[in-house]
């Protein structure tokens, strides 16, 4: 006879984790039940089905929640650990990562403090160094912080840079606010992510702060373009704050130019900031990484290990090349980081982040870096890289598909020819209730009209696209056939 687990059992402590393993055992039998259960990428199903099951389970008596629910919430998954759930950037986490993920939920430090955290503050802090290396940044000058994503990271980025160049007269921005005479303005293409506007807005410059930069055929930033909107900007008394270059555009994974980027930042005194949320993980490759050269001379660059670096969410990291730059962050809070417990040796990361209370979301990186290597994860780059090629030259033979042009990462866009955007549209959802494939979808100038419009007047007409967002370094060729006829068959039976 076993005696009934106290729920209200603690992780932590020596205790803890024996309170936690029949604990382990049932989650993990639920979500292979639940996968089983599933039998695909994704649960068929419109979402008004799903939503019915998901509340007669919470509504219902259940002997076992956590059982039940995991069951549910595996079941009920998009899964990208299947190939045919290929549809964002949204990566099946790697085994030892979410091993490790464990190890922090169960002691829960946060990183807001020493005393909340002592290993762990120096395990992100040896993290970030090791990062800023792998971008090419100078560790003992460079500084950074794991952040939720490249979206929190692309704010802290244009944060250092409105207080950076802003800052006149010894006047601190983030204290007085922006002078509305400087007119601050940053610099983004078309195909950046939304979370440059979104960050200008709350940093009190407005979405309208940000010049949209044309893209050339290929969706990389046009440098013509960039040049002569930093020139206008400066004839007209506005100040260029910062240029964002994204190294791996979200849509196509498009990188910018980034020397040249960098020189016109340079030229007219603005921040370089280089969203490499999606393209960083070329940098784990010696073959790829020379696609981000010069990623280097940028102020301050984001990555997302969520993204090319198989962790689970959220392991987004922000560097900036000075630590200097992250001065108008630094806050003194009496019950965490007191300046005598710092003089005494007590470091604080409080100041790295906009956060307080702060997850310890280096660990599980440290721990795979360490697994599997750089070179280990540069070859899972390389391998899904490759898949991705694949897929598109498939796609460029078959009679029937279109191919928007050669994936710069490893994202393929095409499309069914004799399709319109709509039928695009209905097929991917039609995918979706079926089950049987999780695909993105994209909206972009064919990269033809796209070529033809570049310095010319509007921007080319947008074209629904299907995605193809290989991240799955374990899919096969023959994963990738059988998912182009699933889209092909689904497409035909709806006629
Ligand atoms: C994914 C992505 C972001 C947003 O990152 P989150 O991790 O979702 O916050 C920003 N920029 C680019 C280029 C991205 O691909």
């Excluded at 299947?82 to 790697?94: G, I, Q, T, V």
């Excluded at 100041?351 to 307080?356: E, I, K, M, N």
């Excluded at 967002?469 to 006629?495: F, I, K, M, Y």
Aim: contains cysteine; charged residues 20%.
């Amino acid at each position: 006879m076993t005696a009934r687990p106290d729920p209200t059992a603690l992780a932590g402590g020596v205790a803890g984790p024996a309170a936690l393993r029949p604990l382990v055992e049932t989650v993990l039998t639920a979500l292979a039940d639940g996968a089983a259960a599933r039998g695909g990428p994704v649960a068929a199903g419109r979402p008004d089905e799903l939503a019915a099951g998901v509340r007669k389970v919470l509504d219902g008596a259940s002997a076992d929640p956590l059982s039940e629910l995991t069951r549910l919430l595996a079941e009920g998954a998009a899964d990208p650990a299947d190939p045919a759930c290929a549809a964002h950037l949204h990566c099946p986490p790697l085994a030892v990562a979410v091993a490790a993920d464990l190890a922090v939920s169960a002691l829960n430090p946060s990183l807001d403090s020493w005393d909340q955290a002592p290993a762990a503050t120096v395990l992100e802090t040896e993290l970030i160094g090791e990062l800023a290396e792998l971008v090419g940044y100078p560790r003992e000058t460079a500084a950074g912080v794991l952040t939720s994503g490249g979206t929190e990271s692309n704010l802290l980025a244009l944060l250092l840079a409105r207080d950076t160049v802003l800052a006149a007269d010894g006047r601190r921005v983030e204290l007085d606010g922006v002078d509305p005479a400087r007119r601050p303005r940053l610099f983004a293409s078309a195909a950046a992510h939304f979370s440059v506007q979104r960050a200008a807005a709350v940093l009190g410059l407005g979405e309208r702060a940000v010049v949209p930069v044309p893209v050339d055929g290929a969706q990389r930033m046009d440098l013509r373009a960039l040049a002569a909107a930093l020139a206008a900007a400066r004839r007209a008394g506005e100040t260029p704050v910062a240029v964002v270059a994204t190294a791996g555009t979200t849509d196509t994974g498009a990188i910018d130019p980034l020397p040249a980027c960098a020189d016109l930042a340079a030229e007219h005194g603005a921040w370089l900031h280089v969203d490499a949320a999606y393209g960083g993980g070329a940098l784990l490759s010696d073959r790829l990484a020379p696609l981000l050269a010069g990623v280097e001379r940028a102020d301050s660059i984001a990555l997302d290990w969520h993204k090319l670096g198989w962790q689970p969410v959220a392991a987004g990291v922000f560097l900036a090349r000075r630590e200097q730059s992250y001065a108008s962050l630094a806050r003194r809070a009496a019950y965490l980081n007191p300046a005598d417990d710092e003089a005494a040796g007590y470091p604080s990361l409080l100041g790295r982040s906009l956060r307080t209370t702060r997850r310890a979301d280096a660990f599980p990186i440290a721990v795979t870096l360490r697994t599997v290597g750089r070179a280990g994860l540069g070859r899972l780059v390389e391998r899904c890289h490759e898949l991705a090629g694949y897929a598109a030259r498939r796609i460029r033979s078959h009679p029937e598909l279109e191919l928007w042009g050669d994936p710069a990462l490893t994202t393929v866009l095409f499309r069914l020819r004799g399709l319109d955007d709509a039928q695009h549209a209905r097929l991917r959802r039609r995918l979706l209730a079926t089950g049987r494939a999780v695909l993105g979808r994209a909206e972009v100038g064919g990269a033809e009209v796209g070529r033809a419009e570049v310095g010319g007047a509007g921007l080319p007409p947008l074209t629904t696209w299907l995605k193809l967002t290989v991240l799955n370094p374990h899919a096969t060729e023959s994963d990738l056939d059988r998912l182009l006829a699933e889209v092909l068959r689904t497409a035909h039976e709806s006629g």
